[in-house]
């Protein structure tokens, strides 16, 4: 037998065990069945691609952390580093087979070769959801919206989203002669809340003079409300416009829907990619202040104009899944862990496993996810693996018991024994031990 090779796992990327995986999916299952309650649909790209068509708009840094190389054909590819430049190819390839506005969530894992540190990791899952061909404040608002009820079904209620509007922004910026330096202002601003306002306030004094530098803090600051941020921000930006006004229309709806608690008008919100052209998002946790955003985005109307012709505005938001979990444990809102499998059929006689086997089958056809312990061993070892493997009830069954056609039922949490059942009466105990109606 040669050398063995060492399991070892890749610096920032990770297996999942069984517990951790049956989280994310119950997680991801929840948010999934939320989107779909507001009509987005799921789809999926390649996790490689060209590497012409990742590097688009990404900007800075996210082109520099690219999983880059050549393929055995000689071709430029790189990984995905996130969702939303892969979708916008997507949306130009397969416009005329789609109908618009299109609606999407898409929950996969992206890669970035960035330093790990804790919470970060060079592969990880990201939820994003967007609406695309058209630029409305309604589409904006019910990203919004979806960001808000997502955390709210599971089980959240205590977040602030966040938001403002780089159109504002950049027009405050051409007030003060500084448009030029747009995205070097915008990238220091959103370092605000990592690195400090004296901090940012010396790099924007090198990036434009200390005069400008005061007002472009100026105007991140919020007000005491929204409409009296609104109202200094309109001013430093040179009047009313559409940006503005669109700020008011959502503004509006959200008082309408009393739902306005929720969300806080933060003109120090840039994001820091250049595809953003309007609405842009953070979302914080109140009770968990020091993780950071844990669901970002905002509208990018020309991001599909680098692969199509065709004007495709959208708006969308991405969750980080690996945050989100980190902070609902910390929240203590996971749920007690259970396994996958509801009933255990211990093998007693190994000449009856055709019967274990045929019962398993019925079990199955009723409902309960069923498996068979797969050869006789001692009860104290397959009493082992039920528990290891969080497995509720064990049905047992011999050849007293299937000479007179019932079974025993054994709920394995409180080791409380039900016998005699027939096939029927053991699928109506295991739904109500199970609480299956």
Known sequence: MGELIEPRVLKGFRDFLPDTELERKRVQGILEDTFERFGFVPIDTPVLEYTEVLLGKGGGETDKQLYRFQDNGGRDVAMRFDLTVPFA??????????????????????????????????????????????????????????????????????????????????????????????????????????????AVREQLVSLAGGAAADEILQFGKPESDFLSTLEKITHLAGG??????????????????????????????????????????????????????????????????????????????SIGLDRLLAALEELGKKPERTGVTEILVFSLEEPLFKEYLS???????AGFATEVFP?????????????????????????????????????????????NLTLSSLIMKARELLGKH
């Open 89 to 198: 190819r997507f949306m130009a390839a397969h416009v005329q087979e789609l109908y618009l506005p299109f609606k999407r969530y898409h929950i996969a894992k992206v890669f970035r070769g960035e330093n790990t540190q804790r919470g970060r990791f060079r592969e990880f899952t990201q939820c994003d959801f967007d609406i695309v061909g058209v630029d409305s404040p309604a589409a904006d608002f019910e990203i919004l919206l979806l960001m808000r009820e997502s955390f709210h079904a599971l089980g959240i209620d205590r977040l602030r989203i966040h938001l403002s509007h780089r159109g504002i922004f950049n027009r405050a910026l051409q007030r003060l002669g500084i448009e030029e330096k747009a995205v070097e202002v915008l990238r220091t601003v959103d370092k605000i809340k990592k690195i400090g306002e004296e």
């Open 240 to 317: 009313p416009a559409e940006d503005t006004e669109r700020l008011q229309q959502i503004y509006q709806w959200m008082v309408d829907l009393g739902i306005e608690g929720s969300y806080l008008l933060d003109p120090s919100i840039t994001r820091g990619l250049d595809y953003y052209t309007g609405i842009v998002y953070e979302t914080f946790l109140l009770d968990l202040p020091g993780i950071g955003s844990v669901c970002s985005g905002g509208r990018y109307n020309d991001l599909a104009s680098l692969y199509t012709k065709e004007r495709l505005p959208g708006v969308g938001s």
């Open 359 to 365: 019962l398993a089958q019925a079990l199955r056809k």
């Open 375 to 419: 050869e006789q061993r001692k009860l104290s070892s397959q009493f082992s693996f039920a528990e290891k493997k969080k497995i509720p009830l064990g049905v047992f069954l011999g050849s007293e018991e299937k000479s007179r056609g019932i079974v025993s039922l054994r709920d394995l949490r409180t080791r409380v024994t039900y016998e």
